[in-house]
């Protein structure tokens, strides 16, 4: 058996290391469990850590040995038995245990259980958005003094050591030493021919007390020059940052449901699981994107969150009355040239024959102008119905911003979801 030490220091934090490299190694086995998880929960749990369990076989770890033949050194610590130039037994193949195997039926022998861990929330939820985003969205036009982006603005003689400019501040000291130092450094010069030229004088006109005052003089010169500070305060210099003004990505998601009597209990349910998902989604990946609840029957109504999901008012229908309020939302608090604007749709698709063209023609000549992303999804186990045919008319005329799904049963919500928001690759 060979054996690997790994002597590198342990990093900070080496246990969540260490969990993250495990996550990212058996990813395909995690997704399968989460997916599983989100068709078979509640609304009220579907946020919360999962529980996940792999086969054994699956995490069996890559095991080093000598390949059969050749010679070996072995030490054998307490042998007893054995003296150099016996010959040992080749072991037989298949492994070395006497049991049926993992996990197989037998009277005898031993097996193992699946290996189980449980993910915490935010690795739940890391693992049910993976890979989804918003699509087209845009960078709009300035619209507020908020949204700024700290930028470089050359350098001040003034800020916080972390953002010294070392290299201009060095230029600037060398520059102060040289405009110090050069009128002494030709003091210096001066005062030094001055000597030589005294020394060099026939010893009855030299003068003694001449040369004493400049070997004085020089030496002060020198302590002068020795005293220029190789950096100053004054030398120091700062990168400087202003805020400057960036284009907005702020969003706006219109979350419209249908509450009719046509909508049974259980079609709200997967509509208020698939509007949880969205709400979820945006809330963990977006911090500038805005929710607006919708709820129709034969009128629409904006409300909060709670009234949304747990409201059980009931009607008629009257789809149109709904994408109305939306572009009335729109025109009043959201300006298309500072928004990007985004609509989610949850329907039985019954609705009044004459109110089915009311929708497509406010979709196509007022809504989807201004629109990123239309998403409709219709919960119905039936034939679709003419809000479903209008809309098909919508989705011709904008393919690429317009998306409808069918939902059967709650087992279609997570996948339909992650086809809607699915991250699409940027055309060149």
């Not at 049991?99 to 097996?111: D, F, P, Y």
């Not at 005329?397 to 339909?416: K, L, N, S």
Request: net charge negative.
């Amino acid at each position: 058996m060979t054996y690997f030490i790994d002597r590198r220091a342990n990093v900070k934090h080496k246990s969540a290391v260490n969990r993250q490299r495990f996550l990212d190694r058996y990813r395909t086995h995690i997704k399968r469990s989460v997916e599983e998880a989100v068709n078979r929960r509640s609304i009220t749990d579907m946020e919360r850590g999962e529980k996940v369990s792999i086969p054994a076989r699956d995490i069996s770890e890559p095991v080093f040995q000598h390949g059969p033949g050749g010679k070996r050194a072995i030490v054998a610590p307490g042998n007893k038995e054995f003296v150099e130039g016996d010959r040992l037994r080749r072991p037989g193949g298949g492994g070395g245990g006497d049991g049926a195997g993992e996990g197989g039926a037998s009277n005898q022998g031993e097996g193992m259980d699946e290996f189980a861990f449980t993910l915490s929330r935010e690795e739940f939820l890391d693992f049910v958005f993976d890979g989804l985003e918003l699509p087209h969205l845009e960078r709009k036009a300035l619209v507020d003094l908020e949204e700024v982006r700290p930028v470089r603005a050359g350098v001040s003689k003034e800020g916080v050591p972390a953002r010294i400019n070392i290299v201009r501040s060095m230029r600037e000291a060398q520059a102060r030493r040289i405009a110090m130092r050069a009128p002494i450094r030709r003091a210096l010069r001066e005062a030094a021919q001055a000597l030589t030229d005294e020394e060099r004088k026939d010893p009855v006109l030299r003068n003694p007390a001449r040369i004493a005052e400049l070997k004085a003089e020089i030496e002060r010169l020198e302590r002068r020059l020795k005293a220029v500070p190789f950096i100053d305060t004054y030398d120091l210099r700062y990168n400087n940052l202003i805020d400057q003004p960036q284009p907005s990505s702020k969003a706006v998601m219109f979350c419209v449901m249908d509450v009719s009597g046509s909508m049974t209990q259980a079609h709200k349910d997967i509509a208020k699981r698939f509007f949880l998902l969205l709400y979820l989604f945006l809330e963990r990946n977006y911090e500038k994107v805005e929710l607006v609840f919708v709820r129709h029957h034969t009128a629409a109504k904006e409300v909060d969150e709670e009234e949304f999901f747990y409201s059980r008012e009931t009607g008629g229908t009257i789809v149109s009355s709904a994408l109305t309020m939306v572009d009335e939302i729109i025109e009043a608090r959201y300006p298309p040239g500072q928004w990007n604007l985004y609509v989610a749709q949850a329907s039985d698709g019954d609705n009044w024959d004459d109110d089915s063209i009311t929708c497509r023609d406010l979709l196509i000549e007022r809504l989807m102008p201004r629109l990123q992303y239309f998403t409709y999804v219709e919960i119905t186990p039936h034939a679709h119905q003419a809000l479903w045919e209008e809309y098909e008319r919508v989705e011709a005329e904008y393919a690429e911003r317009f998306a409808m799904r069918q939902i059967v049963d709650a087992g279609d919500i997570y996948p339909v979801f992650r086809e809607l928001f699915k991250r699409r690759i940027a055309s060149t």
